[in-house]
């Protein structure tokens, strides 16, 4: 008698991905993954980036990508049925590795129930356990088999309560860079390079551009009137639609010059950009290009904020520096008036934005030489038992430890 015993001719990667910065980085990650095992199938949760990377997504976090206490509540609905969606898949597709990208109560909540069936699972950007709420290690030790952390000092706070934890490197090092030099850039997007031009980062969540978009499309229109001459182009983010977008461009007395896809190429013909509060702040210093950094909250989210956090900065650059080399103004402080005030500042003193660029410098040093997704495709492999033999020693002697 012959029983036939099926074999799995491929292992299955689970993603789940809630933002547009976690689409990216699941993206590139799979991308490795594939290159060196081309036989890895991806499902999961996310966004464009991770269905051109050739994962299959099975929901489209575009909805739930939202930020605040006062947002996520708004969307407590869509963020409930696609965490029960995602908890189904655990349980129907028997991942044999689960890879949490960031978004962090959604996913802590989704590592639980996936460890709990016995499922592998590792988290992909620490929670800012640096920032608030350290407690949280042991909370994230529970659910998880590995964290990957993006900064090299976050690794201390895991170590500490013996969470398996590796320091993988931040992903924006390898991406951010331009494809043109800025004078090509300047003639591709139609900007004359002798003038000045500032960028307008609003963000990549529909809520961002509501709250931030308005306050610098303002500024804008006060530096032009100072100005005549300055020029402003802004990077569209995938997940920010073109009706969004219209909405406030279009009953704007400035001219704007919005470019798709093309986010560095966009900032390296800045002189100055406005941005707002996120991985953009990073990817701006990685580009060495001066900026402000503003932000808006709901004002409930705010002072929540404010009474749990304990770090005196909210720009990532500062706080890979520990001081404040970038302004930032935040809630009340970010207005037309201020926003507008620190750009002609960075644009007239040259000694002011000499020092800003050599701070910015200093960021691109602390986050180090690159290789963030290709070294978290060889987590995830030797978390799969297909990876080359990745030892301390190895990891020690590639600086991952």
């Not at 489209?60 to 947002?71: N, T």
């Not at 093309?262 to 996120?278: F, H, L």
Request: glycine residues 6%; hydrophobic residues 45%.
């Amino acid at each position: 008698m012959n029983s036939h015993i099926p074999v799995k001719n491929s292992q299955t990667i689970l993603f789940s991905a809630g933002e547009s910065s976690g689409d990216q980085h699941a993206a590139n990650m799979f991308l490795e993954l594939k290159a060196q095992q081309p036989t890895i199938k991806g499902i999961g949760m996310g966004g464009t980036k991770m269905a051109q990377a050739g994962i299959d997504i099975r929901y489209d976090s575009g909805a739930i990508g939202v930020i605040g206490v006062v947002e996520v509540i708004k969307h407590y609905g869509e963020i409930r049925r696609a965490l029960t969606m995602m908890q189904q898949l655990v349980a129907t597709e028997r991942p044999d590795l689960l890879v949490c990208v960031d978004y962090k109560e959604f996913n802590l909540k989704l590592a639980r129930f996936a460890k709990h069936l016995g499922i592998k699972v590792l988290f992909y950007v620490s929670p800012q356990v640096w920032a608030w709420r350290p407690g949280r290690v042991k909370t994230y030790g529970k659910a998880i088999d590995m964290m990957a952390v993006i900064f090299p000092f976050e690794t201390a706070y895991y170590d500490a309560e013996q969470v398996p934890v590796r320091y993988v490197g931040h992903p924006s090092v390898d991406k951010v860079h331009a494809n043109h030099s800025r004078s090509e850039n300047c003639l591709r997007f139609g900007l004359d390079e002798h003038k000045p031009v500032i960028g307008l980062l609003p963000g990549s969540r529909a809520n961002e551009i509501k709250r931030l978009l308005p306050v610098m499309l303002v500024a804008a229109e006060q530096l032009q009137i100072e100005e005549p001459d300055t020029q402003f182009i802004l990077p569209q983010a995938d997940s920010i639609s073109d009706a969004l977008l219209n909405t406030y461009l279009s009953s704007s007395s400035c001219h704007i010059t919005v470019i798709k896809n093309q986010a560095y190429d966009v900032m390296q013909c800045c002189d100055v950009i406005m941005t707002t509060s996120g991985t953009a702040t990073l990817e701006v210093a990685l580009m060495s290009i001066p900026m402000v950094i503003t932000y808006k909250l709901a004002t409930i989210t705010y002072w929540l904020g404010r009474c749990l956090v304990n770090t005196p900065f909210i720009g990532l650059p500062n706080i890979v520096l520990g001081k404040l080399a970038i302004k930032e103004l935040i809630q009340q402080a970010a207005t037309p008036k201020n926003i507008a005030a620190e750009v002609k500042r960075i644009l007239q003193e040259k000694p002011y934005a000499d020092a800003m660029r050599a701070n910015l410098l200093l960021v691109k040093e602390q986050l180090g030489l690159g290789g963030g997704s290709k070294n978290m495709a060889n987590l995830a492999l030797e978390m799969l038992d297909l990876g080359k033999n990745l030892t301390a020693t190895n990891l020690r002697r590639d600086g991952l430890t």
